[in-house]
């Protein structure tokens, strides 16, 4: 049985103040929940202030996103170890925000995968098919090509904390998410991509959560499908209750 990971992405929302405020009223709704590992992804800005609210709970903190190189002459960017330094656990790659405004490629999200996972972050790699994809048949071959570009070069015991969001474009913040149904498909054929490359104990380990219009009304029936271990949510993680709802589906 893997145990479930509900993560949120606050994406460019919150400042530290509003962090805090977030985890003062969040905090007590969740305290003493173990079912499901829980996970705030902040901006970079307010990661200090939400590792420090978070101390000794039961919810981690990760970063949206990271820097392959250790080290360096890259202004504004930032590595695996200051993520590490600050008290995160796990980082978001390959999101499709960052795929599609600040063109990360496939080559880009390998580089940060493995410097995430060399650096013994948890990171979660993002994939999934735009409309136009999806329309036009293409979903397997996209997540097929995402799947296999991002494991590039990766052993399967460096992978090992490996895990996917599968988050299908057309279903991030529009209110129209993907049914259990298709998600569940997509989901194996992830699951088959990970068993090619790292073999299929890993495999049948790995979670792959879903992403896109997670709110606490579908929460229950996404997350009653077997081949669906978590959600990475993003508009409905901003609000304490919301996101609490999700968490405890
Ligand atoms: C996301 O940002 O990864 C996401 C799934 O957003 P939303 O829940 O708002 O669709």
Redesign the pocket.
């Known amino acids: 049985m893997r145990k479930k990971l509900i993560a949120g992405?606050w994406?460019m929302y919150k400042s530290p103040d509003e962090t805090r405020t977030f985890f003062h009223d969040f905090l007590p709704l969740v305290a003493g929940h173990i079912r499901d590992e829980i996970v705030i992804c902040p901006p970079y800005i307010d990661l200090c202030a939400a590792v420090q609210a978070t101390k000794g709970t039961n919810v981690a903190i990760g970063a949206q996103n990271l820097h392959w190189e250790k080290e360096g002459a890259y202004t504004g960017e930032i590595c695996p170890r200051m993520l590490l330094d600050v008290g995160c656990t796990h980082v978001i790659v390959g999101?499709s925000e960052r795929r599609q405004y600040f063109g990360e490629t496939d080559d880009i999200v390998n580089f940060k995968l493995k410097a995430a996972l060399e650096a013994g972050l948890t990171p979660i790699l993002c994939v999934g098919e735009v409309l136009e994809e999806r329309e036009a048949g293409l979903t397997e071959d996209v997540l097929r090509r995402q799947c296999l570009r991002a494991f590039h070069a990766l052993s399967t015991k460096k992978a090992a904390k490996l895990v996917v969001a599968y988050?299908p474009v057309w279903?991030?913040?529009t209110g129209k998410s993907a049914t259990p149904q298709l998600t569940s498909e997509a989901h194996v054929l992830i699951r088959g991509e990970a068993a090619k490359a790292f073999g299929q104990q890993f495999a049948d380990k790995l979670r792959i959560l879903y992403?896109?219009?997670?709110k606490p009304e579908n929460a229950k029936a996404l997350m009653a499908e077997e081949e669906i271990d978590g959600a990475?949510?993003?508009?409905?993680s901003l609000n304490p209750k919301s996101f609490a709802a999700i968490v405890k589906y």
């Open positions: 992405n994406k999101h988050e279903a991030i913040g992403g896109g219009s997670v990475l949510v993003g508009g409905a």
